[in-house]
């Protein structure tokens, strides 16, 4: 391999950064956040299942827009990497507010939760999709891709596990009795780290890969092109499949273990 092509060890464990990151946020919400809103926020199991539906058919829409306007994104730290910077406060407030109690009435408490999520949702497409995107424009060499996927998933494993073995603890901890204080002030410490690491994996990678000259597409075409691609429709599905198993084994867990086990 030309070592012009090489990408440093430094510069994957700070891509790698990136998915711990993502992943303290996404594995929290996964795991608690149905729980939280049944059991200290008070909200129905019904209504916040009829609103994470909501958000994730809003989501199918959301995604590709906001993936089309960040591959149109000209500046010069690169047309993917500013988002790290740019929405790495956004992220961490969002999560914040997610796990935050305000005291409203039934109605209240469902609008807030709403908002909140739904913001949650789009900063979180407005930060990982151009995460994801990076590793397309580190580099060319499909040698070095890979091996920058493999720190990616190091990155979110290790986030996935560090907030598994953390998040009630410190919940405890910190509310001494009072859940929702032990919530917020657990993920007014994971937003510091989030936006602290997202940061960092900014400053730590490049985009050398640079978009041909002259090349230009709308939106509504990518998405008709995309919409005949059949193995990416494949591929749409089984993640669809992947992600709603994965929602719903994390959201059952703290169920299980808490009324049956």
């Given amino acids: ?35 939280f809103y049944t059991d200290v926020f008070g909200i129905s199991a019904a209504a916040a299942g009829t609103m994470f539906l909501v958000t994730r058919l809003w989501d199918a829409v959301n995604d590709p827009m906001l993936g089309a306007i960040a591959d149109r994104t000209k500046t010069r730290w690169g047309k993917f990497r500013p988002y790290l910077l740019w929405m790495a406060v956004p992220f961490g407030i969002s999560g914040v507010l997610l796990f935050t109690t305000p005291d409203f009435g039934p109605t209240g408490k469902l609008v807030y939760a709403y908002i909140t999520y739904n913001l949650m949702m789009m900063v979180y497409t407005a930060i990982n999709i151009p ?10 060499n499909p040698v070095e891709r890979v091996s920058l996927s493999s720190y990616k998933f190091v ?3 290790t986030g996935g596990l560090l907030i598994q073995a953390f998040t009630l603890p410190l919940v405890g901890y910190f509310g001494q009795g009072n859940r929702a204080v032990g919530f917020q002030y657990t993920m007014i410490l994971y937003a510091v780290v989030a936006v602290a ?11 050398r890969v640079q978009p041909v000259a002259g090349q230009k ?13 059949k193995p990416w429709i494949i591929l749409l599905l089984l993640g669809l499949f992947t992600l709603a198993y994965v929602a719903i084994r ?11 086990a």
Avoid at 217 to 229: G, V
Avoid at 250 to 260: E, V
């Fill in 250 to 260: 994390n959201g059952i867990t703290l169920y299980y273990f808490r009324y049956y």
């Fill in 155 to 157: 990155g979110a494993f």
């Fill in 1 to 35: 391999m030309a070592e012009e092509t090489r990408v440093p060890i430094r510069e994957k464990a700070g891509y790698a950064l990136g998915d711990v990151a993502s992943c303290i946020f996404w594995q929290t919400l996964g795991s608690f956040l149905l729980f």
């Fill in 217 to 229: 597409s709308k939106i509504i075409d990518d998405l008709r092109d995309l919409s005949k691609n």
């Fill in 197 to 207: 690491l997202f940061v960092a994996t900014f400053l730590s990678i490049k985009e």
């Fill in 131 to 140: 995460y994801s995107s990076l590793l397309g424009v580190i580099t060319s």
